[in-house]
């Protein structure tokens, strides 16, 4: 397909109209409309405001059409002069090509800078992770359950929304800052990699490289590498702490880091990366630091694991796992 037709505007169009296109931009023109219905629906409206509007000024007697003449000369020319008609015997023809002439630009000119509005895309993971690069170049990552919405100009409108939890690796555009929306939460940067997990309760943003802003309606924070944001769900306050843990990326990396992380914080993260639920009846051993790695196999066999580096008991009571 020739590439012209990726750069169809109304000035081409204009000319398809008049009958002064080129015979590459008539070809494009047919290829533009092919490829897509949103292409053709636009064209067909384009096309039926334009013929109804020349009807309206073909009506009439000839200064009706000098009227047209000069409406095409407006569209052909970016500057146009205002020029006193000259004397008629027929005063209330002049008149009429005026508001004929007016209404038509008016008309066409409201249609003409009217553009579809950019279509709205959709990258979702389910059951399992989702790696994928977006139209900027950047990299995302989705953990399961997870899903971004953007739109199709995101060249240059890099806002975009996230459900769930996703790592961002984000191409450098300082002229296009990258904004995340999730909830009333927004985080703006403009490269850098960074982690964002929403749910019912909080949003947590982790810095990996780079820096972030985060927003949350009046409040705002700044994050540098190895730093973290939480902001929950029924306050205004964002909190910032440092971070040296490693467990948030167990979804793209598909191995569980722990440097004395708390045995709840892993139990919390078994049962999102597993989809199980885990309980810890003993609070003695809620806080237990594990400083282990352990690879995403199958959850069996990472709490055999944890019952041989802790001191603890794992038992499935009823499709939940009991720790104690």
């Known amino acids: 397909m020739n590439n012209f037709n990726e750069h169809i505007n109304d000035d081409i169009l204009v000319k398809f ?32 405001i334009w013929n109804q509007s020349r009807e309206l000024a073909s009506t009439g007697d000839p200064d009706e059409n000098a009227a047209w003449a000069r409406f095409q000369q407006r569209v052909n020319q970016p500057e146009t002069k205002v020029v006193e008609l000259g004397a008629s015997r027929k005063p209330w023809l002049r008149i009429a090509a005026a508001v004929t002439l007016l209404i038509v630009a008016g008309t066409l000119a409201m249609f003409l800078f009217r553009r579809p509005a950019p279509r709205q895309l959709e990258l979702a993971a389910t059951t399992r992770p989702v790696t994928d690069t977006l139209p900027d170049g950047s990299i995302i990552t989705l953990n399961k359950n997870s899903k971004i919405v953007y739109t199709g100009n995101f060249e240059t409108n890099r806002n975009i929304t996230l459900e769930g939890e996703a790592f961002f690796n984000v191409a450098t555009d300082p002229s296009h800052p990258f904004v995340l929306h999730t909830g009333d939460v927004q985080v703006r940067v403009l490269g850098t990699s960074f982690n964002v997990k929403s749910d019912q309760q909080q949003v947590e943003v982790i810095v990996e490289t780079g820096a972030v802003e985060v927003n949350k309606q009046t409040e705002s924070v700044q994050l540098r590498q190895n730093e973290k944001a939480v ?27 722990c440097n004395g992380t708390p045995l709840w914080q892993l139990a919390e993260i078994f049962s999102n990366a597993y989809g199980v639920q885990i309980e810890i009846t003993n609070p003695a051993i809620r806080n237990y630091p594990i400083s282990t790695t352990f690879v995403y196999s199958t959850i069996e066999e990472n709490l055999a694991l944890l019952e041989q580096t802790l001191p603890v008991k794992a038992d499935r009571q009823n499709g939940t796992y009991i720790l104690k």
């Open 231 to 257: 902001a929950a769900k029924n306050s205004t306050a964002i909190v910032k702490a440092s971070n040296k843990d490693e467990l948030y990326n167990y979804y793209r990396t598909q191995t569980f880091v």
């Open 17 to 48: 109209m008049l009958g002064q296109a080129t015979a590459e931009e008539q070809q494009a023109v047919g290829e533009w409309m092919a490829a897509s219905a949103d292409n053709e629906k636009y064209f067909r409206h384009f096309q039926l």
